[in-house]
């Protein structure tokens, strides 16, 4: 089991104790650091700002969006950070939803897995550098082929990257996202992932691992779950921090028409509870939203509870097929304390 710390994205103002938790990370061991985006801070800007004080920690996103940047730029900012930091860069990739792709970014959002399947080849194309970058394909055309000069023409990169097998790593959900995940991929971002489901996870996955072509097999893939942790000996207060997360998640982001936290948590088996939670967050009502999350909604994706305890459930994790505990906590003596667990 390997150990990843979350950073994520930033609220009102950046955060103030990241350099202390980086220390504490690369000094307790952690393999990987991750950034993330939504409509505020990018992924790639305090990565390499933070990045550039440690020496040890892979430095991912989980994730970049893919209507953020097209994925020529995407490449370019990998093959530029992985050469800083030499060689410890991972992409990790995501389609976020339709109201931040079309209402943030202006793109259209249909069509997510053959736009991912897309812009992997790109990224990939250019990285491994062996001729100019040309596709075909229907979102991601190179050279434009309805433009208004016809000058494009096919190029590659000026920059030699340090690795052209970068490894990327997707953020999927459903069952179609993730068999392709395993398919063309080197990792899965598994966001509020529970053990208690690893039994479906595995038949997506082997799905994807079993296509003609497949890139990797089970051995040499990874899996990182995100996931909150608190050790305590008080377990409904830390149940009762996280609650509102999940409640906005499941109500809040996203259209009611689709959201894939939520048809994430119906599988899971609480569809009732997520459509009370939606219908409650729309109708303004934040508080009964968060009332009506069970505890059980929120406690199977963290770990929590007394450090003898959370090491029982890092097992339980480890043995469903995670092989890194991505950890959004914010507290350093956690991440010191989590070292010492793993």
Known sequence: MKLGLQLGYWGAQPPADVPELLSAAEGAGFDAVFTAESWGSDTYTPLAWWGAATSTLRLGTAVSQLSARPPTTLAMAALTI???SGGRHIVGLGVSGPQVVEGWYGQP????????REYVQVVRDVLARE???????????????ESATGLGKPLKP???PLRADIPIWLG???PRNVAQTAEIADGWLAIFYTPRLAGMYDEWLDEGFARSGARRSRDDFEISATVQCVITDDVAAAIDRYRPSTALYVGGMGAAEKNFHADLYRRMGYGAVVDDIGRLFRAGRRDEALAAVPDEMVRETMLVG???EVREQIKVWEAAGVTML???TKDVATVRALGELV
């Not at 959002?109 to 991912?116: E, N």
């Open 109 to 116: 959002f249909g069509k997510p897995l053959a736009r991912t």
């Open 326 to 328: 991505m950890v959004t």
């Open 172 to 174: 999927a959900e459903g």
């Open 82 to 84: 992985d050469h800083l």
């Open 306 to 308: 007394t450090a003898d």
């Open 158 to 160: 000026i920059t030699h």
């Open 131 to 145: 001729s100019a970058v040309v596709n075909d394909g229907p979102h991601y055309p190179l050279p434009l082929r």
